[in-house]
């Protein structure tokens, strides 16, 4: 089965840079979207940023200048370049990737388990 795993959240001070990365493996034919999603605490789930399979991308305004979202369709990787961080950037960061897991199949969305990041003041 298809899985989605994320690296690279940690405790990083604040104006610092952390960079997650999401692999998705398993029974899979292409990927369409991948994305990062965050959860602060007491907050609802909010899309972070957001690339598709022609490289189109998007950001929650919040993040933008300070974050960039890339990808490695090669490796059905999705990365989230963080800089400038801020202590409301600290949330449980997910990966979500809309996929095909055969050609004719339809599409799935996928989730990881979500990383901790933390940024103190």
């Known amino acids: 089965q298809v899985q989605l795993v994320e690296s690279g959240g940690g405790l990083v001070q604040a104006g610092g840079s952390l960079r997650l990365s999401c692999t998705a493996s398993?029974?899979?034919?292409?990927?369409?979207?991948m994305g990062w999603y965050r959860r602060a605490p007491g907050n609802e789930r909010e899309l972070v940023a957001r690339?598709?399979?022609?490289?189109?991308?998007n950001y929650v305004d919040s993040v933008k200048g300070r974050f960039t979202i890339s990808r490695d369709s090669a490796k059905n990787t999705v990365y989230l370049q963080m800089n400038s961080l801020k202590p409301e950037d600290t949330a449980v960061y997910y990966c979500?990737?809309?996929?095909?897991?055969?050609?004719?199949?339809?599409?799935?969305?996928?989730w990881g388990q979500g990383t901790q990041v933390t940024v103190s003041s």
């Open positions: 690339i598709s399979s022609g490289g189109l991308t």
């Open positions: 979500n990737a809309v996929l095909r897991m055969r050609s004719w199949g339809r599409e799935y969305d996928y």
């Open positions: 398993g029974s899979i034919f292409s990927i369409n979207h």
